[in-house]
């Protein structure tokens, strides 16, 4: 059973389309952190949120944070294919109860 | 050189060889972790040092032996793998919880 259920698995949209990722948990995280990874590269991080609630922007990227601090949500405004990866959710409490989820690979076609 | 590195970027190995994974970082982190990453499966952490001091290893098998001479230097020694041992290895490192820094990995395949 995975701690952090990220959906949809796959999405493949056209240059210029909206889209939405989601990160769901039954558990309440301390943090949650949201990484892109590249294909033959390491996660890179893009966002921390902390605070149930929260939005954070980071360009086109909206982040926001569930009030119960149990899920996020990641919204591209005008998707370029630059935005082409896997998309990955994390949360955790300590150092060694870290959790990724399973990821969203996402493809923008030009 | 900044940020976090590993060596090497590709490596093919029998099941009869030993080899290291070596990562190094540079920014001042105090935890280091290693992650095996295979295709459809999430990232799994396999070993977290923090402080030099190896905190959870996750049951991974023995044939997994990871080093942390000192916080900017960890290893990851290998020896008799399989071939389901075949993946992406990550190493990261942070300084607080949860905002990890990643190197690129080293594709490992075993023969």
């Known amino acids: 059973t995975q701690l952090l259920e990220q959906s949809p698995q796959f999405l493949s949209i056209q240059e210029g389309e909206n889209l939405t990722v989601y990160c769901n948990s039954s558990?309440?995280?301390?943090?949650l952190q949201w990484y892109r990874q590249e294909p033959g590269e390491g996660p890179v991080l893009l966002v921390t949120?902390?605070?149930?609630?929260e939005v954070k922007k980071l360009k086109r990227l909206t982040f926001q944070f569930g009030d119960a601090r149990k899920d996020s949500s990641l919204h591209i405004t005008a998707a370029q294919p630059g935005d082409t990866g896997l998309y990955l959710c994390?949360?955790?409490?300590?150092?060694?109860?870290?959790?990724f989820g399973s990821g969203t690979k996402l493809n923008v076609k030009p | 050189e900044t940020g976090v590195t590993q060596t090497p970027r590709h490596l093919v190995m029998g099941m009869t060889n030993k080899k290291s994974l070596k990562c190094e970082q540079h920014?001042?982190?105090?935890?280091m972790y290693w992650y095996k990453q295979s295709a459809k499966k999430p990232l799994e952490l396999m070993f977290v040092?923090?402080?030099?001091?190896?905190?959870e290893n996750n049951s991974v098998p023995s044939r997994f032996s990871p080093e942390c001479p000192n916080s900017s230097h960890l290893f990851l020694h290998l020896h008799t793998l399989q071939p389901e041992d075949s993946a992406l290895y990550l190493c990261?490192?942070?300084?607080?919880?949860?905002?990890?820094?990643f190197g690129p990995g080293t594709r490992l395949t075993v023969l």
């Open positions: 040092y923090s402080l030099e001091e190896r905190v």
């Open positions: 558990s309440v995280f301390s943090s």
């Open positions: 990261a490192s942070s300084l607080a919880v949860g905002e990890q820094f």
């Open positions: 920014l001042g982190h105090n935890a």
């Open positions: 994390a949360g955790g409490y300590n150092f060694n109860k870290f959790y």
């Open positions: 949120v902390v605070t149930g609630g």
